[in-house]
């Protein structure tokens, strides 16, 4: 079976198991997968670097400055995120970027800024991307769209068991605080706020295991394209 040059896109709440779903879509269909909250996290340290961002204040007119000289955001080896040279993976999953990361998200320039980043990186299709307007605003003609969700614990569950893995352990309070901060700010921003797409097959993973996730996928590839993997 041909498997057709389709944009997949996946939108959904923080810490939903996005990632995760998107790069397992991408290795079984041999598709590349893209993390746009990657490059907004990396705006953000950036901007954070630059002394930009005083408490929750960003200082605008100098990021949309800086953003003219930004180090080019990449994918390099092993998809980790690059600000030019630099492997900055690690540090822009740190809870110091996600508490600041959502102010960057909602300004417009960024978003633009961005968006250009994931048209060039997206339109040739193969591609799974994940985020959170990328089926309603920065590809609203993907082949597919899925929406995320699940619920509140189960997804600060998650976070807080990957902050141990990475090393840097954080209250679970704090990591909860951190999700509702964020899913309020992305879904009540006035551009291209978080949105479920009226065409999106919406996936409540709450307890679902990925593979039960696949199965889900599955069933959709076939009935939506006639693809079987
Ligand atoms: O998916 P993530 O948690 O790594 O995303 C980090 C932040 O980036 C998230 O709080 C909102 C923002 N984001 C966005 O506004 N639009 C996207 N397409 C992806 C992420």
Redesign the pocket.
Known sequence: MVIPDIIIAI?GY??TG??TLAKEIARTLGFTYL???????AVTLFAMEKGLIKGSKVDEPALREALSSCPDIHFGEGNKAYLGERCVEKEIRSMKV?SK??PV??LAFV?AF?DEK?HEAGSKGRVVM?????GTA?FPDAQLKIFVTASDEVRARRRFDELVQKGTPTPMEEVLTNLKE?DY??SH?ET?P?RQASDAFVLDNSDMTLREELTWLQGVLQGRFGILQ
């Open positions: 939108d923080s810490a996005k990632s993390d746009s909250g990657a490059m907004y996290r996600s990361v959502s998200a909602a978003r961005v994931l994940d985020g959170r307007d990328i920065v964020r700010i992305d921003r291209n978080l």
